[in-house]
Nanobody
Framework: QVELVEFGGGLVQPGGSLRLSCAAS???????????MGWYRQAPGKLRELVAA???????MFGEFVKGRFTISRDTAKKTVDLQMNSLTPQDTAVYYC???????WGPGAYWGQGTQVTVSS
């Protein structure tokens, strides 16, 4: 079993930046089994969508809307994954969820965090 906890959500003005962090905890065996980690988001009335994912080898994948504004990074030893978001717009307002996958290199997997609210507004 893996537990994920997100940090760093909040209110930011359009054009601003925000950094989200996610920490995984659990048994040593469960943590070692993690392959992909990623971030997804869900806005009111919309489906959950991929923001960014990072493979065990450090490869990255982003949703089309990101357009170079976000970066994702992970610390394999610490079992953390961060999402740096720049040039935020009101359309980025959503609940952001951390995800971990033990089965595939890109996810999404079975483990989800509780979500952190990101609001972009002036």
């Amino acid at each position: 079993q893996v537990e994920l906890v997100e940090f760093g959500g909040g209110l930011v003005q359009p054009g601003g930046s925000l950094r989200l962090s996610c920490a995984a905890s659990g048994s040593a065996l469960s943590l070692q089994a993690i392959k992909a980690m990623g971030w997804y988001r869900q806005a009111p009335g919309k489906l959950r969508e991929l923001v960014a994912a990072i493979s065990p080898g450090g490869g990255t994948m982003f949703g089309e809307f990101v357009k170079g504004r976000f970066t994702i990074s992970r610390d394999t030893a610490k079992k953390t994954v961060d999402l740096q978001m720049n040039s935020l717009t009101p359309q980025d307002t959503a609940v952001y969820y951390c995800n971990a996958d033990q089965l595939t290199n890109w996810g999404p997997g079975a483990y989800w965090g509780q979500g952190t609210q990101v609001t972009v507004s002036s």
